[in-house]
């Protein structure tokens, strides 16, 4: 009995865990150069719900990516690039259709993220949002080396602030200990170090990248800069091939392709 309780319990986990898979949807991005798809994450509710609604509206339906970078970033999907003519200025997007962020530590900016741009902070201060349009992060690779550097960079301040509270004060004592007794002093050394990562760690605005991170920065590449900014909703699955072909497309000086880059439709399954 207790043997059938057990497979009737494994059951009911399994199928759990396959309806929470399928609650995941599918989008399908067809373009005038090849298909993208990509899945969109059930845990960034409002954003989901806001692009879905407007692609079943089609409101992207034949609009234009109107601005990429090769190494950083293609976007897409601007209302004024729908009839836009032949270098013009567009993609500007739309205030009515800014929404609240959404941002999660969990999504970075690897290569295929999927996620909403946004004004900036001195015109838009609470991030939010602007759904009229999205992008999707082409990136470059990066080495464990830059990584490293930019570590240290970004958290020389932070790290300043510990040394002169945790190290500076011990210091002499440390260097004294080092001749006498080298166990004590690696014990000690290590206590100091722990304590300054923590205080490192405590800190908002500090860097350390997670070994997730540096797998997907230093063998698929991303845009780190972008973490932290801007609301990630998705990632690519398929068409990566499509991604690069946009992204290396010439273009003018506002970063629209001299040849127009058309979005046919984009499709939620």
Known sequence: MKKIYRIALALLFAATGLNAQSSEKTVIINTNVGTMKARLYDDVPNHVRTFIARARQGEFNGTLFTRVIKEFMIQGGAPDSKNAPAGARCG??????????????????????LAAPRQNDDVNPEKKSDM?????????????GELDTLELIANQDIRKKALDKFYRPIAVDLKMLKQSNK??????????????????????????FTDEQR???????????????????????????????????????????KKDIRIISVIIE
């Open 92 to 113: 500007f997007g739309d205030s009515s259709a800014e929404i609240m962020p959404e941002l999660n530590d969990k999504y970075f900016h690897k290569r295929g993220a």
């Open 183 to 208: 166990r004590e002093y690696n014990k000690r050394v290590t206590a100091v170090n722990a304590r300054i990562d923590s205080m490192i760690l405590a800190t908002p605005g500090h860097l350390i």
């Open 132 to 144: 009229s349009q999205f992008f999707i992060v082409q990136g470059k690779v990066y080495r464990n």
């Open 215 to 257: 797998k997907a920065y230093t063998t698929d590449g991303g845009c780190h800069h972008l973490d932290g900014i801007y609301t990630i909703f998705g990632e690519l699955t398929e068409g990566f091939d499509v991604l690069d072909i946009i992204a290396n497309q010439p273009k003018d000086q506002y970063d629209r392709p």
